[in-house]
């Protein structure tokens, strides 16, 4: 038991790594066939001082004259070495903008991510239990407009209702403007988060609900429920007794799996609402054409979702014994 | 197939029937007619657009809803109900070119598994879990950058990222089909792989095809608007719906809500339309989901 452990481990990261390496050739390739100038992108203003032969120089300096395989080459071996380059607009090394903005983006996921997950989770139990009555139908209603409702949409009209007519909540960013970083308190930051992260459970509450509703109406067709319900188990008893054991795991794991949308939203939301976080500064890398950032942080979003995905995979087989069992036998 | 049992309990004395009023056709029906009817006002609206309406107008600069304008007027004085329709038509134009291209990938990929045989079959596996292991607007962002923006960008972004999940249906029914009989039979028969795949395979994945690309294609609106939103998508000359929206962005904290509101809601309604259609479209089509 404890060996095939071990290589369905080792599996998984020789899979991991080959997604990696993937996505570096993949992401390495494009920035190559795009026509943005390295040398120009660099240097910026003062193109015009730089004669053609010290442009020759530079790209002799940079290894640019080389062929792109033993450049990719050269990338990925300073990549290995823990060297993502230097970002451009923030004048720092990639990783610590990465590892920066990681925190203050892990806080909002974390908020939007617990948040949907209960309530998505309470929604699609309360759907399928009044199985084509009132509640029922709004929560489905809901969720299908709210997979139709553009993110960052959501977000201007949240800020329109609670910052420009209630004024209760600030107008975006991430601190309150103006104030030295040691007089921020963390009932600031609290303040701030409120309104993205409502922005991202709020979306993020439709896929949960709607595959919750689907997966307790499946249960509830089931013969072990017919049985349950011929002994008198109606209600919440019966749902406790029998249907959230059976629906509670599929949830988490869908919740796991759903990282990657939850990325793609919160690039939306920060943008929206000027939060300061990774989605930001992905934007602002794609904007202003800065390279390093940029590929530091499709490999950083790549690791991200294959993380969620993995510990999706992996609650599974730790705690359903069906499959714990079909695995080990 | 599962019976579906309602006890009528004395706690609950009106057991839940199925839903009355329409059955799942006529709902397809009803709602294939109303989304023909808004792309034709979007259509309509959208190419009958009168240049003074999209130029500006200073006189009637920042003016609230009226009858004369539908959803208000902005900063320069133009009318935001003709820039909607405008900027819903390039998205639309967009999301066709880009669901499509997706709807192509995804058959060359299920042809692919079809005719080849395990190492086929692990290679398009592994491409999709590649493809799903970035987020969506990641691969948007690094496409739209690499091709410097515009509308080439996005059309290939979208192309690249809406394949996977249509793939992974495909993939599924294809391996369902190989193991059919009458394609083992061709096999023995001494049929080639590319003579079963054309002639017993792709007639069954026709109608998946068409419901996949139809559940695509409101995704592909979506994204362009968000890419373009961001400002890596159309240029902020063009009246897309993403332009409009992030322009809105700024005059939000002047009270003026109609600005983002109504091109927002245009856009939702109009994507839930056509997902919705999808949905319906998918139950009738598919036997799997027909059940449910």
């Known amino acids: 038991m404890n060996g095939r452990w071990l290589v369905r481990l080792g599996w998984k990261l020789l899979r991991l790594l080959s997604l990696l390496a993937a996505v570096c050739f993949f992401s390495f390739w494009l920035v190559h066939l795009s026509p943005i100038d390295p040398v120009q992108a660099y240097i910026g203003a003062d193109m015009m001082l730089v004669g053609p032969e010290q442009r020759q120089q530079i790209e002799a300096y940079w290894g640019l004259d080389r062929p792109p395989l033993e450049q990719f080459g050269r990338w990925l071996a300073s990549l290995l070495h823990g060297d993502f380059g230097t970002s451009m607009i923030y004048r720092q090394p990639v990783l610590d903008v990465i590892a920066e903005r990681f925190w203050s983006s892990f806080l909002l996921l974390a908020a939007a991510w617990v948040l949907s997950g209960i309530i998505g989770f309470a929604a699609g139990i309360l759907a399928a239990m009044t199985r084509d009555r009132w509640p029922d139908r709004l929560i489905s209603w809901y969720c299908y407009t709210l997979a139709a409702t553009p993110t960052y949409w959501l977000g201007l009209v949240l800020l329109l209702i609670f910052s420009v007519w209630l004024e209760w909540f600030p107008i975006g960013l991430g601190v309150p403007a103006g104030v030295p970083a040691e007089y921020v308190t963390w009932q600031d930051r609290l303040h701030h988060m409120v309104l993205p992260a409502m922005a991202l459970s709020i979306t993020g509450i439709a896929p949960i609900a709607l595959h919750t509703r689907q997966k307790l109406l499946d249960v509830l067709n089931s013969e072990f429920v017919l049985f349950a319900k011929a002994r008198g188990f109606k209600g919440w008893r019966l749902l406790r007794r029998h249907g959230l054991r059976n629906i509670a795991l599929p949830a988490i794991s869908l919740q796991f799996a759903a990282f990657s949308e939850l990325f793609g939203g919160t690039v939306l939301v920060e943008q929206v609402f000027s939060y300061p976080g990774l989605g930001q500064a992905l934007v602002e890398a794609g904007l202003r054409g800065d390279v390093p950032l940029l590929l530091g942080l499709v490999l950083f979003s790549t690791l991200f979702v294959y993380v969620g995905n993995g510990l999706a995979d992996g609650l599974y087989r730790w705690i359903d014994p069906r499959i714990r069992k079909g695995s080990a036998a | ?292």
């Open chain 2, 1 to 292: 197939m599962k019976a579906t049992v309602h006890y009528p309990s004395t706690a609950s004395p009106s057991p839940p029937v199925r839903r009355k009023g329409l059955s799942g056709r006529q709902r397809a029906v009803l709602t294939l007619l109303v989304s023909l009817l808004l792309i034709a006002g979007i259509v309509y609206f959208g190419l009958s657009a009168k240049p003074e309406q999209l130029s500006t107008d200073l006189m009637a600069r920042n003016e609230a809803p009226s009858l004369k304008h539908w959803f208000g007027t902005d900063w320069l004085g133009r009318d935001m109900f003709a820039r909607t329709m405008a900027g819903l038509l390039l998205s639309m134009k967009v999301g066709l070119i880009g669901s499509f291209s997706s709807v192509l990938i995804a058959a060359s990929l299920g042809l692919m598994v079809a005719v080849g045989g395990r190492p086929a079959d692990r290679m398009v596996t592994w491409l999709t879990d590649l493809f799903l292991s970035l987020p969506h607007m990641v691969t948007l962002i690094l496409i739209a950058f690499v091709c410097g923006g515009g509308l080439k960008g996005i059309v290939i972004g979208v192309a690249l990222t809406h394949w996977p999940n249509l793939t992974r249906v495909l993939r599924a029914e294809v391996m369902q089909l190989k193991s059919a009989e009458y394609v083992q039979i061709s096999r023995q028969m001494g049929k080639s792989g590319w003579w079963v795949a054309s002639r017993h395979i792709l007639p069954h994945l026709v109608p998946q095809l068409l419901v996949g690309w139809l559940i695509l294609f409101p995704h592909a609106i979506l994204h362009e608007a968000a890419i373009t939103f961001l400002g890596l998508g159309l240029s902020p000359h063009q009246p897309a719906i993403g332009v409009i929206l992030s322009e809105a962005m700024r005059y939000l904290t002047a009270g003026m809500w109609w600005l983002a509101f109504f091109p927002g809601l245009s856009l939702l309604v109009l994507v839930l339309t056509l997902d919705r259609l999808g949905h319906h479209l998918r139950s009738i089509v598919d036997p799997h989901e027909a059940q449910r």
